[in-house]
């Protein structure tokens, strides 16, 4: 089956840069997700990205996209407290009727 | 507009214990999902059901049954449990038609220990 892989753990300082890194191996993938969840609570969809577009930027948030290497990245920009969370990045392919292979997570924890 | 709501919050089973976990939606989704979260595992798909009056397995959909009972409400049933299947389960719908694919959007979950 497919398998999307991320790195466990992120430790970042207050108003830094955040990058979250993300591998994919099912070429068919019509969009990859970044979900965020907060302590207690389920997943909430963060940002989105479409398998043609290498880049999207959203407010504190950049998706890079380089299919050829199936490498998807989370880049926060001046995070804050408040992004601690799990970030899971996740994967449909075209013919999944919205099923989602999810990675294991990134747990980001954000220090003063 | 209560989004995805599951019940209960938290159950502690005995090992051969049944139980159901309930789930029910109010935004009229078409698609419907129940996972399971365990540490360093992410969450794996259990059943899901792509509209109302169907149902299919995901990948991990051994020791349970599912049961669409109507457009809003979607229910996951352990028959026997096991320990094995004590993890954090959220079920998850979906629009599908005519929107993102992909886009879901999750209940706060049901913390399961079985002993």
């Known amino acids: 089956g497919e398998d999307v892989e991320q790195s466990l753990f992120l430790s970042v300082r207050e108003g830094d840069s955040s990058v979250i890194n993300c591998t994919y191996t099912d070429s068919s993938s019509t969009y990859l997700y970044w979900y965020k969840q907060e302590p207690g609570a389920g997943l909430q969809l963060l940002t989105y990205i479409f398998s043609n577009m290498d880049m999207k930027q959203d407010q504190r948030l950049t998706v890079l996209l380089n299919k050829k290497d199936k490498h998807l990245s989370l880049r926060i920009a001046d995070t804050q407290t408040g992004d601690s969370a799990i970030y899971f990045c996740a994967e449909s392919g075209t013919d999944s009727w919205g099923k989602l292979q999810f990675g294991a997570g990134t747990q980001v924890v954000v220090t003063p | 507009n209560a989004g995805v709501t599951q019940t209960p919050k938290f159950q502690v089973l005995k090992t051969g214990q049944s139980m159901t976990l309930q789930c029910a939606q109010d935004?009229?989704?078409?698609?419907m999902y129940w996972y399971r979260q365990d540490p360093g595992m992410g969450l794996r798909l259990i059943y899901y059901?792509?509209?109302?009056?169907?149902?299919d397995k995901g990948e991990v959909p051994n020791g349970y049954n599912v049961s669409r009972l109507n457009k809003r409400e979607f229910s996951l049933r352990l028959e026997s449990a096991a320990p094995s299947q004590t993890s954090v389960y959220f079920c998850?719908?979906?629009?599908?038609?005519?929107?993102?694919?992909?886009?879901?959007?999750f209940g706060p979950g049901t913390r399961l220990t079985v002993t």
């Open positions: 935004m009229n989704h078409n698609s």
């Open positions: 059901s792509a509209s109302e009056g169907t149902t």
């Open positions: 998850a719908s979906s629009p599908n038609a005519g929107a993102l694919l992909g886009e879901q959007y």
